[in-house]
């Protein structure tokens, strides 16, 4: 497994701890999106935040997380289930900001002024929706606040992306520590001075740490042991018979408009830039089938 989450539990301590290696399935994304290197690097953790917030669903369920900003990315969408798939983009694919440092300049890029929201699909009858404002722009800060306000769950989350010279996704992962319930919350206080005390999250997974590694050296001491792995995958779920389908929703009177103006239709999902292309025969069939 290229990329992958593991599951690690603390039981005497009452922490859970996740941490996922999400370097291929970024480049991927990146490559479907061309993105420039700040938006690469705000996808990147924005996917791998996905995915550690899938690892907390339980079968068939999803979750999609949106930062929506003043900054030029204007919003930044992802979706991810419970079975590691995960997809995403970024509206602002152009954006490339540097703060004074060199680094690339995430809070600005996203904006001071937003929302974070978060949607859930727990196999209910109604969508579990809640939102929250911008804590910090940076993506983690953001995340943390949305968990501790909407979950009331004191939560420790960390992404990273690195990338190359060539602005390619070098290396991205995450990591996500949670107590369980009843829990004490010096213990998580405690876990958020040792991750302070480590050297930041993108510089280990650089070296060649492993996510079962960071896990290890933020729980070391505590009698953790390894609950899960499972792998990680950019997959959207779009296809021509689903474009197909919301063609014929559009209508009779706009398909014919279509046809009469453009000739074909085409439809390109926002998620993965698949494109699909259905030409005049093609909406005819539509026609006469709405017909």
């Not at 599951?7 to 490559?31: P, S």
Request: charge should be negative.
């Amino acid at each position: 497994m290229k990329d992958y989450m593991v599951l690690v539990i603390a039981r005497e301590a009452g922490l859970r701890g996740y941490a996922c290696i999400t370097t291929e399935l970024a480049n991927e994304a990146r490559r479907r999106h061309e993105t420039a290197p700040t938006a690469t690097v705000v996808l990147a953790r924005a996917l791998t935040a996905g995915s550690l917030m899938g690892g907390l669903l339980k079968v068939r369920q999803r979750v999609a997380i949106k930062w929506e900003g003043s900054g030029p990315l204007l919003k930044t969408i992802v979706e991810a289930d419970s079975n590691g798939t995960v997809r995403g983009y970024t509206a602002g694919v152009d954006v490339d900001l540097r703060d004074s440092h060199g680094e690339h300049d995430i809070v600005r890029a996203i904006g001071r002024a937003g929302l974070l929201t978060v949607v859930r699909d727990l196999q209910l009858k109604e969508l579990a929706e809640s939102a929250v404002p911008l804590a910090t722009s940076d993506m983690d800060g953001d995340l943390t606040y949305y968990l501790e306000q909407s979950d009331q769950i004191p939560s420790i989350v960390s992404t990273a992306a690195v990338l190359n010279d060539e602005g390619e996704v070098a290396v991205s992962g995450g990591l996500l520590i949670q107590p369980l319930p009843p829990y004490d919350p010096a213990t998580v206080e405690q876990l958020r001075d040792r991750l302070l005390e480590m050297p930041p999250l993108g510089e280990l997974l650089k070296s060649g740490l492993k996510p079962e590694g960071v896990l290890d050296q933020a729980f070391m001491g505590l009698g953790h042991k390894l609950l899960s792995k499972y792998p990680l995958r950019f997959r959207c779920n779009c296809s021509r018979e689903r474009t197909r389908r919301a063609l014929l929703m559009l209508g009779r009177e706009v398909l014919a408009d279509m046809l009469a103006s453009e000739g074909e239709a085409i439809v390109d999902c926002h998620y993965c830039r698949e494109r699909y292309v259905f030409g005049r025969e093609e909406l005819e069939t539509l026609i006469e089938e709405l017909t």
